[in-house]
């Protein structure tokens, strides 16, 4: 470029944050800022899948593990999320990623769409050698009954992990510091004892989360280092075609 001409910002082409599809969303990744790519993530990486309802809290869970902050302007942070991000952290030596997600019953995204993505990672990534330490679900106790979304969003959960997996599960509760104490504990029980249940006993681990980042960093070392193949990880083609024909037959309703 000649000396006497200056770059302006406006004259360099920006991705657009709105990208129509996630799979131009997931490629334009690794041009965007603090983010780490699919290729970049090591089998000595300790890899946490983060997942839950829109409006969960997945991105702000990850804000305090990252000490990334939501965009100026951008509101709630998890509106935003319509690809597979990948983020880094170090602890004692150690990078961590943390994985968000699509959220399920995301207005301007089929639920089927949302799914076709986190499979689509998941099977990348263990072509590369790469397993999961953990996956965070995470529910909001301000949600005071369970919707058909409740209940179709788990349900994949559980199918996409299977039982040998379940105990790299944290079934985290989300805004604890929004609601009184004793609706918040009748939510995580009513949680416990009832949806959550089967998968609990399989060896997931119910888990609150009060919104610091010394909540996040204990849930997530919690896990300690243990790895292991989803079930979705190890038959693709068994699992994807069981879960699309339930997807086909499963109504989706707020």
Known sequence: MPANRKASRSSVPRPSPYPHTLREQMSSVSTL???????????????????????????????????????????ELFSRTKGIYAYESYRNGQRFIFVDTPGFNNQKIPQSEVFGAITRWLKETHQHSIKLTGVIYTHSVMDDRLSATDMQSFQLITRLCGNEAADRVRLVTTMWDQVEQSMAEEMQKKLVSGQWRSLIKAGARPERFNNTSEAAWNIV?????????????????TICGRLKRWLGHSRVEG
């Not at 997942?51 to 000490?67: D, E």
């Not at 280092?225 to 083609?237: A, D, F, G, R, Y």
């Open 221 to 237: 070392q919690g896990l300690g280092n243990t790895k292991k193949t989803l079930l979705i990880q190890k038959e693709p083609v």
């Open 33 to 75: 800022r603090g983010l780490v790519p699919t290729s970049a993530i090591r089998p000595d990486d300790v890899v946490i899948l983060v997942i839950g309802k829109t409006g969960s809290g997945m991105s702000n869970f990850i804000n305090k593990l990252t000490g990334m902050q939501p965009e100026d302007g951008a509101g």
